[in-house]
Structures are given as structure tokens and as C-alpha cells.
């Protein structure tokens, strides 16, 4: 795979001189512009009163002038993709090198009730999410976020192979995310679902009828059978009939209005979609989707993008009068409003959720494009739950990242005691964010890493409610009660940050120990880390227990710490010393 850094600079610089040759060409074409604008004014005034010269040149001025502005609106667009792919490879040089706490947060997703997504930092300011984070649209950005939350073990290898593949498509999915952030419109595609799923037809189709009365009139008055007056009357009648019908196209052009840019904007995205190949078996059920009709879902959606722009043309004072008043167009452009929409309720959500699809994937396999070094798991049904080495936070620099090699089998339970700052809590998350990135089809940050499936739970950041009336210790009590109902029916890697914490040394070690005791009669997985060292005795009295421990050292009466998983039990405590360092007493 590509060095990621010197494919963003190159791409870069690349996209940089295309710019300018944009920029040059689009400075030309207006010059040109305003040239036949002149030159056409000029010509027309040298011709005016000569007949049909002054109407031709008229006529091919305003052609060739509407040429270049719609050459022009193209060549803006053009400018647009290659500015928003510049400035997706500047952000990507700058998360490269760490720089990524002005990409969005993702912190409306915390929910503390969750399995783990509070613990973890998954969420919010510094988060894995805003790590990894590049979707464009609303609903992609809710996949992604769901991907991560969900804690499913299904299809992981098949979510390997999706990724893999997308990740090698790295400019294709540059162009479909430079294409979607070109979306401007407010309204998001669940909007549009539940509109199109809720509409039910109230229009009649009478205009089919009324047009061909009213080309039948026009002609008998154009060969002087019948008077003007009969055709007078009749466009009259058609007034009376769109306003009977007024009220309805109103309420239907109040919805269109708000999803016509919508559909303008992702049926170029449908488009990317449809015209790539793919080859793994889930990119390919995606793509079959927007395949599933008689024509591609991208014709479908420019066609109804069109019939809305005609349905728009009914603010046109010419179309609005004499369009209603002959051929009933407003109720006529409505009709096929709702003729759309039958056709094509039972399946426009799937193919949103298509786009949103592609866009959440594109976030996924790009991280594995800049994280060559990561391995994917190596999925397995042994004994094992985790076999890695060299295994660290995606989050933390290389070179200030400390890996540590792991393995825990089925049912074992971990007791890790450590100083204060000597990484237990970072080995938590390490741990935890693996797991969860794995169950995600993610490589993960380690040299290899075995991998047995299994779900995750923690409890690590519990808090009091002041709004709920909760103490610290009854919230506490309530998540190891959430813990304790979910293990009876599924198998769990447990991950606990101090069990007990809200309550007195004696009814913390007492408590504690029946716990952990509860937990290895489960046929769970997990780790606990604690400064109670009293809970390593459980090492002696189940075989399941095994007690690691992080060291710190005071050398020169400074701490020192090596960051190290380790056998055996914490004998070097650092709260006095840290006290003392910092003349608190």
C-alpha cells in the first residue's frame, strides 16, 4: 500500500496546479464572455433596422452567450470538486501528524448508558470518532457512529474485505467525498423517506383530458370554426379548475421545494457508485441495490430532479397563467410529483441508505490507508480471546506510544494494580478501543493480534445525577447491576476501572472480592484494575485469576515510569510521593 503521506503531499501539489489552470481558464471564459456581449451589442446596433440581419445575429449572440455561461457553471463546479479534494488531503496531512481536535467531535453520540461508548473516549474532544471520522453527510455520519456502537460480532471478515477494498480506491473515494461535500441542501435524506413513505395521492388527472380539449380549440379557432371567445371561456375554466386544485399543489410544492436540491445533489453520488466496480461481496449487494429497478436509481433521481425543476417553473407569471389556464400544468406537473412518488416509495430509503453506506465505509477504509503498520485480526475460534504483541493506542504517536504484549483466554480474569499515572487506565482503553475496532473490521495497532470474537462492557467513568437524584455509589451499583443482567445471556469482555469506588476501604475490598467472584462463575472475559491489592488474593483461590501490575520508580527523586504490563502484583505506590512533589502536604 501507498505511503500515505507522500500520496497526500503529491495529490496535493497535484490538485494545487490543476487549480490554477481552473482559475486561469475560468478568468479567460468570462473575458470571452463579456467579449460576445459587446460584440453582439455592437453588431446588433450596426444592424438595427435591417431585417432579419439584426434578429439572426441577435439570436446567435444569445446562443453562443448561454454556451458560455453554461460552460462557465460547469467549469465552477469543476474549481469546486478540486478545491474540496485539496483541502480532504490538507486535513489528511494534518491527522497524520495529530492534528485533528477541529474535526467534528462527534460528542452528540455519548450516551452514558451504553456498553462502553462513555469509557472509552470513543466520542467527543480527542476521540477515536474524531480520529477517524470523514463522512460528508448527515446519515453517513450516524453510520459510522453506529458502527462503532453497535458491539456486534457478525461478518467481521466480510467487513474486512470491505474495507480493504475501499481502502485501495483511494481516489475514487476522495472524488465521492469531494462530490458529497458539495451537498448544500438543509434537509437530510430521512426526511425525504419519511415524507415519500407518509404521502398519500389527492390529485386528479383530468389535465390529460383538458390539454387535448384545449389543442382541439386552439386549432378550430386557428382555421376560424370556432370564435375566440370559445377558447376565452375554456382558459377561463382552467383557472377556476387549478385554483379549485390550488390548495393541494400548494402543500405538495411546499414539500418539493424542500428536497428538489436533494435530489439534484445525489444522483451524482448514486452515479460514482453505480459506474465503479467492486468485487466484495457486501460493496456489491450495495451496488446491486441502486441496480434493483428497471433503470439505474441515478437516471431515476435526475429525471424527478427535473420534474421538480418543472413543477418550480410554476412561480413563472407566463407558465402560472397561461400553462394553468390551457393545459392545467401546475395540477399536470403535480401528477407526476405523485406518480414518482408510488413508484418509488417502497425503495428511495434504500437507496439513501446506499449513499450513506459508501460514505460511512469511506471513513473506515481510510483510516486503514493511513495506518499501514496496523495489522487486521486475525479471526479465530480458539480458546483465546486476544493473542497480540506489540499492541498500543491508535491515538498516541509512535514514537511516545508504549505496545505491550497481551493474551487472555476464555473465562480468564485479569487483576492489574499499578501507581497513579503508570498506564492502567490507557491500557483500559487500549484493550477496549481494540476490541471495539475489530468487531468494526478495523486493523488495530499492534504487530499481530489472534482474535476470538466476543462482545464488550465496561465501567470506567460512572458519575452521580444531580437531575436523577443519584449518589455516585447507587450509580455505580446500578452499572455493575447493567453488567451482571447481560452476562446471563451473552458472553462479555468485561473491562472495570475500580470497582466500588464510592464507597469505605472495608465495604469496598469485602464487596469487591464477591464481585469479581460473580464474575468468573460467568463464562465472561475481562480485566480489573484497582489500587486495592487485596483483591490479588483471588489469584490464589481461582486459576482463572491472574494478577499484572504497572510499576513506577523514583530515581533521583523524580517518578519514573516504563509504561509495562507486568506479572505479579503492584508493590510501588506513588500518592505520597506525588503529594509531597507537589507541597500539597
Known amino acids: 500500500m501507498k505511503n500515505p503521506f507522500d500520496f497526500y503531499s503529491k495529490e496535493k501539489s497535484e490538485l494545487e496546479i490543476e487549480a490554477k489552470q481552473l482559475k486561469r481558464k475560468s478568468v479567460n471564459l468570462s473575458i470571452f464572455r463579456f467579449g460576445v456581449f459587446l460584440t453582439t451589442c455592437f453588431l446588433m446596433y450596426l444592424t438595427f433596422g435591417s431585417y432579419p440581419d439584426v434578429f ?43 492534528d485533528f481536535h477541529h474535526l467534528e467531535s462527534g460528542e452528540e453520540f455519548v450516551n452514558p448508558t451504553h456498553y462502553y461508548s462513555n469509557d472509552i473516549d470513543l466520542f467527543g474532544v480527542g476521540s477515536f470518532f474524531q480520529f477517524a471520522n470523514r463522512t460528508v453527510t448527515l446519515e453517513g455520519k450516524k453510520l459510522l457512529a453506529n458502527a462503532f456502537t453497535e458491539n456486534s460480532t457478525d461478518g467481521i471478515v466480510e467487513k474486512q474485505n470491505t ?101 439534484k445533489q445525489y444522483h451524482v453520488l448514486l452515479n460514482e457508485i453505480e459506474n465503479e466496480n467492486f468485487s466484495s461481496k457486501t460493496l456489491k449487494e450495495k451496488q446491486g441495490i441502486i441496480n434493483s429497478e428497471t433503470k439505474k436509481a441515478s437516471v431515476i433521481f435526475k429525471e424527478f430532479s427535473r420534474v421538480l425543476d418543472a413543477f418550480d417553473q410554476r ?124 468487531n468494526c473490521g478495523l486493523p488495530v495497532c499492534a504487530e499481530s493480534f489472534k482474535y476470538s470474537p466476543i462482545k464488550l462492557i465496561t465501567s470506567m467513568r460512572t458519575t452521580d445525577s444531580l437531575t436523577e437524584d443519584e449518589s455516585y455509589f447507587y450509580s455505580e451499583l446500578k452499572r455493575l447491576k447493567f453488567i451482571v443482567d447481560e452476562i446471563k445471556t451473552t458472553d462479555y469482555f468485561i473491562i472495570l476501572d475500580e470497582i466500588l469506588k464510592g464507597t469505605n476501604s472495608k465495604d469496598k475490598a469485602i464487596g469487591s472480592k464477591k464481585f469479581v467472584e460473580k464474575l468468573t462463575k460467568s463464562k465472561s472475559t475481562g480485566i480489573i484494575a484497582t489500587h486495592d491489592v487485596s483483591l490479588c488474593e483471588l489469584e490464589n483461590e481461582f486459576s482463572d485469576i491472574k494478577n499484572y501490575y504497572f510499576d513506577a520508580e523514583i530515581i533521583d527523586d523524580e517518578l519514573h515510569f516504563d ?10 505506590m506513588n500518592a505520597s510521593f506525588l503529594l509531597k512533589k507537589m507541597e500539597i502536604v
Not at 457553471?73 to 486535513?91: D, F, H, P, Y
Not at 509504561?563 to 510501588?572: A, D, E, V
Open 163 to 263: 474495507i480493504k477494498e475501499l481502502a485501495a480506491k483511494v481516489k475514487w473515494r476522495q472524488h465521492f467525498s469531494a462530490l458529497a461535500s458539495l451537498i448544500t441542501t438543509k434537509d437530510t435524506s430521512g426526511f425525504i423517506t419519511d415524507w415519500v413513505h407518509n404521502y398519500t395521492p389527492v390529485l386528479s388527472k383530468i389535465q390529460i383530458l383538458f390539454s387535448l380539449i384545449s389543442l382541439t380549440l386552439i386549432g378550430l379557432v386557428s382555421f376560424g370554426i370556432i370564435p375566440f371567445s370559445i377558447i376565452l371561456i375554456w382558459f377561463f375554466i382552467g383557472l377556476f379548475v387549478t385554483g379549485r386544485f390550488l390548495k393541494k399543489t400548494n402543500n405538495l410544492y411546499s414539500d418539493t421545494d424542500k428536497v428538489r436540491e436533494t435530489f
Open 563 to 572: 509504561y509495562t504490563l507486568k506479572n505479579g502484583i503492584c508493590k510501588n
Open 315 to 438: 412561480n413563472n407569471i407566463l407558465i402560472a397563467v397561461v400553462g394553468n389556464g390551457l393545459f392545467l400544468i401546475d395540477i399536470f406537473n403535480a401528477c407526476k410529483v405523485e406518480k414518482w412518488i408510488v413508484q418509488y416509495k417502497h425503495t428511495v430509503d434504500k437507496w439513501f441508505s446506499v449513499v450513506a453506506f459508501f460514505d460511512a465505509q469511506n471513513s473506515l477504509a481510510n483510516f486503514h490507508f493511513n495506518h499501514t503498520a496496523f495489522v487486521f485480526p486475525e479471526i479465530t475460534d480458539q480458546k483465546g480471546i486476544i493473542k497480540s504483541t506489540n499492541l498500543g493506542h491508535p491515538l498516541l504517536k509512535v514514537d511516545k506510544r508504549i505496545d505491550n504484549d497481551f493474551t487472555i483466554y476464555k473465562e480468564q480474569f485479569f487483576i492489574v494494580t499499578g501507581a497513579n499515572m503508570a498506564g492502567k487506565s490507557t491500557f483500559l482503553r487500549t484493550i477496549s478501543l481494540s476490541i471495539v475496532m475489530a
Open 56 to 98: 439572426i445575429i441577435a439570436f446567435l449572440g444569445i446562443l453562443l452567450f448561454s454556451f458560455l455561461v453554461v460552460k462557465h457553471v460547469s467549469l465552477q463546479r469543476e474549481r469546486a470538486i478540486v478545491t474540496s479534494k485539496i483541502n480532504i488531503n490538507k486535513t489528511e496531512l494534518k491527522v497524520l501528524q495529530r
